[in-house]
């Protein structure tokens, strides 16, 4: 069977994945079993993910992997995701490099437990130096909080003669966000059928292509990012114009 990759144009490629991994719990409960246990098989699907963009060819993914809304659930399911971050970080270090893959995260790591955020952080030390592709985690991030944070910054700017109002437009604003050092993502995916945004990327996804597949996170491969792909290279981005502005030369 001749697999949905085959029929990716190379050349036209998004740069930046964002994904909203949805669907562990209520794939656990499928199979009688906690919902701790689909988060530890959704890791399979971030390794053959991660793996699929990078043969591919894209620059940035960015994975949705613990909202600041999330601090809500039960006490037991948050300590085993911050526990199941730290293994997951440590038990993959060795394969990001081997795959010159750079770790990244957004988000408010001040607010992570300690053990989680040092896992992160010696991730991040130990893969600044790979160039294939850039993997960023989303932890304890909120776009919201992102937003209200930014803002903060530039009126401390404003309010000591840094930066002067009329200065500020959409490029000064992006810049103050945590994903500065990234471009905006232009395909969104999510995962077990839900549609929302849930507060992700709110700012940077304006024009991202949306694409919303009912299988759950534990249960999505290769295949399944290669359709969500394939499914933005058939889509045509106007960016406000008409279709035949697009084809004018």
Avoid: C
């Avoid at 794939?27 to 701790?36: D, E, F, I, L, S």
């Avoid at 053990?115 to 010696?122: E, I, N």
């Amino acid at each position: 069977m001749n697999s949905v990759k085959n029929f990716i144009i190379p050349e036209k490629l998004p740069r930046h994945i964002a994904i909203i991994m949805d669907g562990n719990g209520r794939w656990a409960k499928t199979k009688g079993k906690p919902r701790v246990f689909g988060h530890k098989n959704g890791v399979v699907s971030v390794r053959a993910v991660t793996e699929a963009a990078a043969e591919l060819g894209i620059e940035y993914l960015t994975l949705y992997a613990f909202s600041t809304e999330n601090w809500s659930r039960p006490s037991f399911e948050v300590n085993a995701l911050m526990a199941l971050l730290v293994d997951t970080i440590y038990s993959e270090m060795e394969t990001l490099n081997k795959n010159h893959i750079r770790l990244k995260a957004i988000g408010d790591l001040s607010g992570l437990p300690d053990s989680t955020r040092k896992a992160l952080l010696d991730g991040i030390e130990k893969t600044k130096g790979n160039s294939r592709m850039t993997l960023v985690l989303a932890l304890n991030y909120s776009s919201r909080w992102e937003i209200v944070e930014a803002t903060r910054k530039i009126a401390e700017k404003v309010e000591k003669g840094d930066l002067a109002v009329n200065e500020i437009d959409a490029s000064v604003f992006a810049q103050h966000l945590t994903t500065s050092m990234i471009p905006d993502p232009e395909l969104l995916i999510r995962t077990s059928g839900e549609y929302r945004m849930s507060n992700y990327l709110l700012w940077q996804a304006a024009y991202a292509e949306l694409y919303f597949t009912e299988v759950l996170w534990p249960d999505f491969r290769k295949e399944d990012f290669y359709e969500a792909v394939l499914a933005y290279q058939q889509r045509e981005r106007r960016f406000g114009k008409t279709s035949e502005q697009l084809v004018t030369p």
